[in-house]
């Protein structure tokens, strides 16, 4: 299926369907004819699910766990849809977003207030609460088994308070959820990533994020799993240019501090369109210009909110 990738050693890649191709991963580990899936996606990535399962040969009695990073809805909205048709898995969460998979009208309610109903709606689909019963708290240090093969939990904040990242002992590869940036793979050239951060609302924090970073890289992994897109390598270039361009984003909003309320998120939306305009020229990505800029739009209006959350909560 067109929608599924093997990416070696178990581990595979399917698109969620979510807002267009190739933006949105979802991660499945499979291992003795177990599996564990990293991120839900949104509800309407049920069938994407459904059909890689079936594609691989697995019934959908063959999730032991699904893993998310963090409660945001692209990678968390469609958990409540998926556990209701993975009838063994167990959800595993961060213990600040547990509440929100049992209860979620809060989380349902502050996307709306962000989005309006019937964007988040239709972006979205329905938020269905998961059972206690069967959420496991993802604590830093929690290792999880699946068939033999150990997925070590980390907290990991920065992008949120209620991140975590998983570390797989086979393929040495963290699933990084947004903690290690974005890089579409529209813009690798010969095979060459290139990243970006993410500073989604609403609890950016770049000394915890540049922390998360460090500690992911001092266990030396092959690769990182990104939510937004998938495997890359060349981690220490990545990790440098992450760390610099994260830096590059605390300024943009620091320019900002003293403009007036209204006017600050479109000051910060147009410096970081400038700022991802050079770093397409200068890394010589395949995408240039506005065509890396409508690539990378949303997370540039996200990216923008969130900077802005970060100066007033700092103020």
């Known amino acids: 299926m067109k929608d599924l990738e093997a990416l070696g050693m178990g581990i595979y890649a399917i698109d969620s369907g979510y807002q267009r191709p190739r933006m949105d991963a979802l991660h ?46 692209d990678h968390a909205g469609g958990a409540g849809a998926l556990m209701q048709v993975l009838p063994n898995a167990r959800l595993v969460v961060h213990p600040r977003g547990a509440r929100h998979m049992i209860e979620p009208s809060k989380l349902w309610a502050g996307t709306v207030a962000v989005y309006g109903e019937a964007f988040a709606r239709e972006a979205y689909g329905e938020l269905v609460p998961v059972p206690a019963e069967r959420i496991v708290d993802a604590t830093d240090g929690l290792l999880i088994k699946l068939a033999g093969r150990h997925i070590e939990v980390i907290d990991a904040p920065g992008h949120a308070r209620h991140h975590v990242c998983y570390f797989d002992t086979r393929t040495q590869g963290w699933f990084s959820g947004d903690a290690f940036g974005l890089s579409y793979r529209e813009t690798d050239r010969a095979g060459r990533a290139f990243i970006f951060p993410a500073t989604t609302p609403v609890q950016f924090e770049p000394a915890a994020m540049h922390a998360t970073i460090a500690r992911m890289l001092a266990r030396q992994p092959a690769c990182m799993y990104l939510t937004h897109y998938s495997r890359v390598t060349d981690l220490s270039r990545l990790a440098a240019d992450l760390q610099r361009l994260i830096d590059a984003f605390v300024e943009i909003a620091e320019a900002a501090a003293n403009v007036a309320e209204d006017m600050q998120r479109a000051l910060i939306r147009a410096a970081l369109e400038a700022l991802l305009r050079r770093e397409a020229a200068e890394q010589g990505w395949a995408q240039q210009g506005n065509e890396a800029v409508a690539l990378y739009a949303t997370d540039l209006e996200l990216n923008a909110q969130g900077l802005q959350v970060w100066l007033k909560n700092r103020a």
């Open 28 to 73: 499945l580990i499979v291992e003795g004819g177990r599996a564990a899936l990293i991120e839900s996606g949104t509800a309407h990535s049920v069938p994407h699910v459904l059909a890689a399962l079936e594609a691989l040969g697995l019934a959908p009695e063959a999730v032991d766990w699904l893993l998310l990073t963090h409660v945001h809805l």
